[in-house]
């Protein structure tokens, strides 16, 4: 069974940076897995940030960027604002089916 | 402005079917693939199925933990998409959202998948319970 892993939690400082990764068990993850990124407030629907790799919505702010690292997908958050404490969620396509990380949970501090 | 708004969520009993709704406006329904996903309580988010749009043949997909339980369909002149569940489990209890398919595909396994999802409903709960 396919298990797409993120880190459950993450730390930063307002005006920091941090970057989020998204890993397969089937191996490295590339382009042709079209790794998208969603972010979730509490109580909210999640909400499009990154497709493919690194697209940006036209919502998305700029400090938020989409790439490949190490055999991951990555997003990372630079210059870190308050209002970007939520929970992070990559999917990534798998031939005929979409699976989700477990989430990373991002708390500014 | 794109809304989708989901409904028919509630609670259900185990074992009967329901219905659920999205009901889309602010773009051309018909042009976009429509995508389900759920999150259960306390957990993270769950692809349940996608549908194609007519001209990407209209064709469905399913999640392997929902097939044969599910079906997708959509009626493109009153810009709804619906998500029909049958045989009810406990474990079937989540917030079901919609989301609309992007507008950039690739090929891939004999058909057209979207690049991604953009614009997100704001979930339909379902509680299925005795």
């Known amino acids: 069974q396919t298990v797409v892993t993120q880190e459950p939690s993450l730390t930063v400082s307002p005006g920091g940076t941090v970057t989020l990764t998204c890993a397969s068990t089937t191996g490295a993850v590339t382009s042709s897995y079209y790794p998208t990124w969603f972010q979730q407030k509490p109580g909210q629907a999640p909400r499009a940030l990154i497709y493919?790799?690194?697209n940006r919505h036209s919502w998305t702010p700029a400090r938020f960027s989409g790439s490949l690292l190490g055999g991951k997908a990555a997003l990372t958050l630079s210059g870190v604002q308050p209002e970007d404490e939520a929970e992070y969620y990559c999917?990534?396509?798998?031939?005929?089916?979409?699976?989700f990380g477990g989430g990373t949970k991002v708390t500014v501090l | 402005e794109v809304q989708l708004v989901e409904s028919g969520g509630g609670l259900a009993q185990p074992g009967r079917s329901l219905r659920l709704s999205c009901t889309a406006s602010?773009?051309?329904?018909?042009?976009?693939?429509l995508s389900w996903f759920r999150q259960a309580p306390g957990k993270g988010l769950e692809w349940v199925g996608f549908i194609r749009s007519k001209s990407y043949g209209g064709t469905t997909e399913y999640a392997a933990s929902v097939k044969g339980r599910i079906s997708i369909s959509r009626d493109d002149s009153k810009s709804i998409a619906y998500l029909q569940m049958i045989s009810l489990k406990t474990e079937d209890t989540a917030v079901y959202y919609c989301?609309?398919?992007?507008?950039?595909?690739?090929?891939?396994?004999?058909?057209?998948?979207?690049?991604?999802?953009?614009?997100w409903g704001q979930g339909t709960l379902l509680t299925v319970s005795s």
């Open positions: 989301s609309r398919g992007a507008s950039t595909y690739h090929y891939d396994r004999g058909t057209y998948w979207p690049w991604g999802f953009d614009y």
């Open positions: 493919s790799t690194n």
């Open positions: 999917l990534l396509y798998y031939g005929g089916a979409w699976v």
């Open positions: 602010g773009f051309i329904f018909g042009d976009y693939g």
